[in-house]
């Protein structure tokens, strides 16, 4: 049964808002007394995918839900899809601009750390269709 | 640890002028305080002495506790500890031997500079920073009022803090062993003395953080001493025969000095709660891994801008410069109290995370809390205008669910209330009008139960 469950929209190139929705769930897995050590995996986790969607993505869709054993983090957008997955999971690698990469962003270190960060992970990606991520997070 | 002492407050309220208003209230950066009965109420649990509320009071409400200048006579011999953001607060005076002369003539026996300590403590980190794997960036443990920020708010970066003793602690102890081999007196006849800029010195010295206890016999106020001294200053004084701290030592007062005397390559500071705790944040997600040493200083202007200065930090900050002039640039102490700095001034005590403002019970009776609380939310008109008591309307709401405040505290919610039931009243006047003082009705006719009839 899960009790808490929230969704937020996720602006394409949006700067300003980045991050909006990662700093929520962080400060409600706080509230909630999570451990610290997770809630840190799920605020690097869930800022990196955030970030994705404002950045590779046409902007997208952030599902957080917490249960009592776990929290369910989905990140879904309608956008390009990754061609070779992969080639996407290998750290390092990036298809993110120079504008990006000035901002700090786009070192190919997303999708890696996504999966490191999170206790279980599952990607599913289509060229034209979208990506859709899920990270879980034991409590 | 007894539970009084664990929460300890330098910082507190002069209940008599305080008149409730929500300038606190606004700014506390833990949202520790809360207005009831027309006063502010600091919540110890979560308060973090960092005097955010001392400096944003009109009313001069809030204070910061320190000693009085008379705690040093209950020693046979005293020491005084002055931070370096002394040698900043008088006007025209650029040299630092003139301040330290007129402490003596305070009634101290010895004046030991906590910036020599400040050049002790640079190398005891920079040497546990080379020798040693610690998770980047490495937090500094200098600002007693951020330790207690990322014991509450930042717990999962605890680990990053490096558990070396602040400067202060360091000067009390070799203050104290100096003195003690020098005049062959025992250590606990001396007191050392902390002469502070800041309000959090005196809850790190009562209630301190990886450590037991601490050296420093009592907190003094620049701000308290200052008038005795600018009248000593204007006296004629003999050349100084003590070691002295370098420019090294000095910067500590000034943001960036700490940073700049650990000397690693990579290294940031922040000063202002705000921006510390955006930065924390920031680190948290992980985005400052790249980072070897962060210094992080509640005060704008760092401890230059302390809530016990008397300058303006700004000036403050401008005038070290003129003060650096003047200061010896190479540490000139002698080494072997460098040799052993990393093991000899390290903490002992782990940091431990401060819940207070955790949701208590089992995770689902912490979960159902969570769901109120955001239904709650919704309900309240967002407007965050403290008039109910709390910082915000999500404050309120988690009061609320927390059993230390109702609905009604909300003036929005009141007026509301308040308009449903005089409407209320309104028809039920009405109706009894009908009921009662129905003069004109008669058997057979229709009961008359419509309010629009009657209008």
């Known amino acids: 049964m899960t009790m808490i469950k929230e969704s937020f929209h996720v602006k394409q190139g949006d700067m300003t808002t980045a991050g909006d929705a990662s700093a929520r769930i962080k400060r409600q897995c706080k509230q909630l007394g999570i451990p610290a050590s997770v809630v840190r995996r799920v605020s690097v986790g869930t800022y990196e995918a955030e970030i994705n969607l404002v950045i590779h993505a046409n902007g997208g869709r952030i599902d957080f839900a917490v249960e009592p054993e776990k929290i369910t983090i989905r990140v879904v957008d309608d956008g390009p899809g990754i061609p070779d997955l992969e080639k996407a999971m290998t750290e390092g690698w990036s298809t993110a601009s120079n504008e990006v990469r000035n901002l700090g962003f786009g070192a190919g270190m997303g999708l890696p750390n996504m999966k490191r960060n999170a206790d279980a992970f599952d990607i599913k990606s289509e060229v034209g269709v979208g990506t859709d991520i899920t990270m879980v997070f034991n409590i | ?455």
Not at chain 2, 66 to 71: G, K, S, V
Not at chain 2, 205 to 224: F, Q, T, Y
Not at chain 2, 229 to 255: M, N, Y
Not at chain 2, 358 to 370: D, F, N, S, V, Y
Request: hydrophobic letters at 40%.
């Open chain 2, 1 to 455: 640890m007894k539970s009084e002492e664990r929460y300890f407050h330098s910082v507190s309220l002069d209940a008599d002028k305080c008149r409730g208003c929500t300038n606190c209230l606004k700014r506390c950066p833990t949202e520790a305080i809360r207005i009831r009965n027309n006063k502010a109420v600091i919540i110890p649990a979560n308060c973090i002495d960092c005097g955010e509320c001392i400096r944003v009071c009109p009313h001069h409400a809030k204070v910061a506790m320190t000693d009085p200048l008379e705690i040093i006579q209950g020693f046979e011999y005293r020491i005084a500890l002055p931070a370096p953001a002394l040698y900043t607060q008088f006007p025209q005076i650029h040299r630092s031997d003139k301040i330290i002369a007129s402490l003596y003539k305070l009634g101290f026996d010895e004046v030991f500079e906590v910036a020599r300590a400040a050049e002790v403590i640079s190398y005891a980190i920079t040497r546990t920073l080379i020798n040693e794997d610690r998770p980047r960036p490495v937090i500094s443990s200098a600002c007693p009022a951020v330790l207690r920020l990322i014991q509450q708010k930042y717990p999962s970066l605890l680990d990053n803090v490096i558990d070396i003793v602040s400067p202060m602690e360091a000067a009390a102890r070799i203050a104290k062993e100096e003195f003690s081999k020098a005049h062959g007196v025992p250590v606990e006849k001396i007191g050392a003395f902390f002469i502070s800029p800041c309000a959090a010195k005196l809850s790190d010295v009562r209630s301190p953080l990886g450590i037991e206890k601490s050296a420093v016999d009592g907190v003094i106020a620049i701000r308290d001493i200052y008038p005795q001294l600018q009248s000593h200053l204007k006296e004629e004084f003999s050349p100084l025969e003590i070691e002295r701290a370098s420019t090294v030592g000095v910067r500590w007062a000034v943001p960036s000095g700490e940073a700049e005397a650990v000397g690693m390559r990579h290294t940031l500071c922040v000063d202002g709660i705000d921006n510390v705790k955006h930065a924390l944040e920031q680190i948290e997600d992980s985005r400052f891994d790249r980072l070897d040493y962060v210094e992080l200083l509640a005060c704008a202007n760092g401890c230059l801008g302390g809530p016990l200065t008397v300058e303006n930090g700004y000036v403050a900050k401008s005038r070290l410069n003129a003060i650096l002039r003047h200061t010896p640039a190479k540490m000139v102490q002698r080494s072997e109290i460098f040799e052993d700095a990393a093991s000899r001034f390290r903490m002992t005590e782990e940091f431990e995370p401060n819940n207070a403002q955790q949701l208590t019970g089992t995770m689902m009776e912490r979960i159902l809390k969570a769901a109120r609380i955001d239904e709650i939310e919704q309900t309240l008109p967002g407007l965050d205008c403290g008039s109910c008591g709390s910082p915000t309307c999500r404050a309120l709401a988690r009061d609320i669910v927390g059993g230390f405040a109702t609905e009604m505290n909300c003036i929005f919610k009141l007026n509301e209330r308040i308009s449903s039931l005089a409407s209320e009243m309104v028809s039920l006047g009405a109706s009894t009008r009908f009921a009662v003082g129905g003069t004109g009705d008669i058997p057979g006719n229709a009961p008359a139960d419509n309010n629009d009839q009657e209008e």
